[in-house]
């Protein structure tokens, strides 16, 4: 068998070829390999600890807003996809099946959840009784699977790793306000924690989850003009629970069927801050998600490396205690500029120098990887100088991201003229839609972009439709979408 | 459809029948439900909450000893599972296969990973091209599956949550070295955070992992004397490594095939601590596992309720702020008595009680889950005794359990004195032993006792074997097992 490296020699430019960059670098910063499973990937190490900070960080808010965790079967009885019309369209062609385990043959197949509305479903009728059971809010962490004919890692994978909420509500009005309390948390987490804008919005009807009454999405835009999906939002009425039968006593003591939502992320967010802060020289983390936020290269002469490196570990105890995520690489055997070049391609977001005349000086260098500069620090301050900065670059990557967005936003009247921006800029464009699926799907069929979203606030309202001229019931944001 | 509540109106005693007891406790205490799927339950959020604490616990562990995780995916081609014999002879029964998906039937099956040697391995083998690339130690947090003819909530499900380790090494003492350091994690673990006493040893041949040289494992004695395997660690010798080529060049330049290991604990720890500790009146938790470490409960007449569910708000905060994981139920339309009951099947470690009078002279009163204990403390000094009394309840608590497999361990020289033992007790017993699988199988067919490990600290070394009466080999632990 021949050992296949994945080694990236150099990076390809963004503007050459964006794709053929994205693949460069997830490679070489060694965040993931192919399994010989169709679509499948594995998450190494790099990129797993980025989604282990996703998931605390997650899990910390989800916590706090009332939320606890369970876990529900990976199987999934073919008859449960039978129950709810739109969800079994959805869902079924992405679907695997076990047909036989320990020898036998099923008597049903079983579905490898694609999401688990359905088992929680089955679950809630059992578990809720009366309004006292209610709200009910719970989260999974877990693994789920959709067969897709197109992959890309982290982006769209057959199986990733996600979380999926499950509420159960009185009314409608609770569970609009655990819909929008979601999307907000989401929200406030993306552009918080991952430096990435998004918009707020409701789907079309489309686009929306197959079973929901209403969908609501952050949409990211990636450095190609391409949207992510970020994460979404949906409020599923009495639909699921009508089909599995999800009914409480009220304070009546009449029987009311639950309004349910539900809401996830998945590890497809790894893929989207890669592709919104990633530079030509490779990752660019964002400091809150950033697995090492601070790499320490001690410099200098062999003679005088003895204190140096130990200067740097007494550093590195500070900053380690103070609760940066530090790492040391005192290598003797590579040289300082190959540990420059390599962390600047992993997206470290600050490097710290210190040579024999910063011992001396009582200083050290740190380095942004985001804005390249460099700053003289005294090493008594060195603790609040590093948690400043990482505010800081936290702040630019924001800022930039959120620039390069409005650079790339256009507002089109009609269907030429998003043509013609999709030429020049690709990106998102703002437009007037009379609500019609044909125009939405001619949309596509013409240009290839999608509706991305009805946002919450747009820029402006817009009166007609930019495809057939009629009156206009919403203003849409448009784009093309991984 | 019929609401069928899974709800327990007494606990039948263990003395009557401890299977009975063991559903009777985890259904009460809303701990799982089974679910649509043969063999597959529910982890509802109090037990999830256990395996989010010991995740934690031991995930810290983990990478404090250098491992870091990924993760792999969830199926496995069906021609993995021939390359290593005595694998796929140990898994095959056991295993579902996904036959088709995405509409069409697949070429080649794919199993739903059992456990994850064969796909580690094929990555390993991608990974791994020097010496300077090993130790290589990766550990999965992931669900797995067996399809199991038996099932028993926690102990034995078709689906399981677990973490495996796997780790490539240079040769095999530094293999060895790894694979006795994480049972070493395991033991310290299972004794000082789930308060469950446990033996050290080796697995017998027959009661390997299949395809390991040597397996070890952590055996814990439940109150019905009965085993429950808590943990495992596998010296897997190059058998993986030859069957998918994971190999390195040495310092010499030579290629060699890696050692590697892998070791694993699931969530049947959660069955185990609930029938180690467990008593006629519900769970007993180890504090440190214990989703709620201490339950506030004000009494006293609706006159004096105000200000003293205000005292015991601000005693909340002082616990929570000191990191214990607190709760108060200030619920009016429960009975203190009722409250008392419930906290206590729920195996609550501490219970606090402060009504009008304990206002008056700054006191509360804290009631211990385990010895019933009842203690007067001082307002002021509560987050100390609280931390001193959860301290004290773990050693009870472990204690408790040790004293309890002590009065239940014998030493047998026959087969028919093992036989009375069994019949009279229950338990372990440490017996001499031939080395042959003919006499092992003969106490498994007589007794329905398997062999559970050849302790590395025996009590006595044992001259015979107990079945043939020849020359023992090793001094072996006995008992029936889930």
């Known amino acids: 068998m021949s050992k296949e490296k994945q080694?990236?020699?150099?990076?390809?430019?963004q503007s050459e070829d964006f794709s053929r960059w994205y693949l460069d670098v997830i490679k070489k910063a060694d965040l993931m390999s192919y399994s010989p499973v169709r679509g499948c990937i594995v998450f190494k190490p790099d990129s797993y600890e980025i989604w282990e900070n996703i998931q605390k960080e997650l899990d910390g808010r989800f916590k706090e807003t009332g939320h606890r965790?369970?876990?529900?079967?990976?199987?999934?009885?073919?008859?449960?996809?039978?129950?709810?019309?739109?969800?079994?369209?959805?869902?079924?062609?992405?679907?695997?099946?076990?047909?036989?385990?320990?020898g036998e043959k099923l008597e049903e197949r079983?579905?490898?959840?694609?999401?688990?509305?359905?088992?929680?479903?089955?679950?809630?009728?059992?578990?809720?009784?009366?309004?006292?059971?209610?709200?009910?809010?719970?989260?999974?962490?877990?693994?789920?699977?959709?067969?897709?004919?197109?992959?890309?890692?982290?982006?769209?994978?057959?199986?990733?790793?996600?979380?999926?909420?499950h509420t159960a509500h009185e009314d409608e009005a609770d569970a609009r306000r655990e819909t929008m309390q979601m999307l907000d948390i989401y929200k406030d987490?993306?552009?918080?924690?991952?430096?990435?804008?998004?918009?707020?919005?409701?789907?079309?009807?489309?686009?929306?989850?197959?079973?929901?009454?209403?969908?609501?999405?952050?949409?990211?835009?990636?450095?190609?003009?391409?949207?992510?999906?970020?994460?979404?939002?949906?409020?599923?009425?009495?639909?699921?629970?009508?089909?599995?039968?999800?009914k409480y006593l009220d304070r009546e003591n009449q029987h009311q069927f639950c309004h349910t939502t539900s809401w996830g992320v998945s590890t497809r967010l790894i893929g989207a801050l890669i592709m919104v802060h990633g530079d030509d020289r490779g990752l660019v983390m964002p400091p809150k998600v950033a697995p090492t936020?601070?790499?320490?290269?001690?410099?200098?002469?062999?003679?005088?490396r003895e204190p140096v490196v130990a200067r740097v570990n007494e550093l590195f105890q500070q900053l380690k205690k103070a609760g940066v995520r530090v790492k040391v690489d005192d290598r003797a055997d590579q040289s300082p500029g190959w540990k420059f070049n390599e962390y600047e391609m992993r997206g470290v977001p600050?490097?710290?120098?210190?040579?024999?005349?910063?011992?001396?000086?009582?200083?050290?260098?740190?380095v942004s990887r985001v804005s390249g500069e460099?700053?003289?620090?005294?090493?008594?301050?060195?603790?609040?100088e590093v948690q400043n900065m990482l505010a800081e670059i936290h702040q630019q990557m924001y800022d930039k991201a959120k620039q390069f967005r409005d650079?790339?936003?256009?507002?089109?009247?009609?269907?030429?003229?998003?043509?013609?921006?999709?030429?020049?800029?690709?990106?998102?464009?703002?437009?007037?839609?009379?609500?019609?699926?044909?125009?939405?799907?001619?949309?596509k069929e013409e240009t290839g972009a999608t509706s991305r979203n009805i946002p919450f606030e747009p820029a402006e309202h817009k009166e007609t439709c930019f495809v057939c001229g009629d009156k206009a019931q919403h203003t849409v944001v448009f784009g093309k979408a991984y």
């Open 293 to 304: 936020q601070l790499i320490m290269i001690p410099i200098g002469p062999p003679k005088t």
């Open 7 to 13: 080694f990236v020699k150099e990076i390809t430019p």
């Open 350 to 366: 600050i490097r710290l120098e210190l040579g024999p005349r910063d011992m001396e000086n009582g200083q050290v260098v740190l």
């Open 69 to 102: 965790n369970a876990y529900f079967p990976l199987f999934i009885p073919e008859s449960f996809f039978q129950k709810e019309k739109d969800h079994i369209e959805g869902f079924n062609p992405e679907l695997p099946w076990v047909t036989e385990a320990g």
């Open 189 to 246: 987490f993306a552009e918080n924690f991952l430096a990435i804008p998004v918009i707020l919005g409701a789907k079309t009807p489309s686009e929306r989850f197959a079973g929901a009454v209403d969908t609501f999405s952050i949409e990211a835009m990636m450095k190609d003009g391409k949207a992510v999906q970020a994460g979404t939002s949906h409020y599923l009425g009495t639909k699921f629970a009508v089909a599995f039968d999800i």
């Open 374 to 384: 460099k700053k003289m620090v005294a090493q008594e301050h060195l603790v609040e």
């Open 407 to 443: 650079d790339n936003f256009s507002s089109v009247d009609t269907l030429d003229e998003f043509k013609a921006f999709l030429e020049e800029k690709r990106g998102f464009a703002l437009a007037g839609w009379c609500g019609s699926a044909a125009c939405e799907a001619q949309v």
């Open 110 to 165: 079983l579905a490898i959840r694609p999401t688990s509305e359905t088992m929680v479903g089955h679950m809630y009728a059992e578990w809720i009784n009366s309004y006292r059971d209610l709200p009910l809010l719970i989260n999974q962490w877990a693994n789920v699977v959709r067969w897709e004919k197109r992959t890309q890692p982290f982006l769209r994978t057959s199986e990733f790793l996600w979380q999926e909420g």
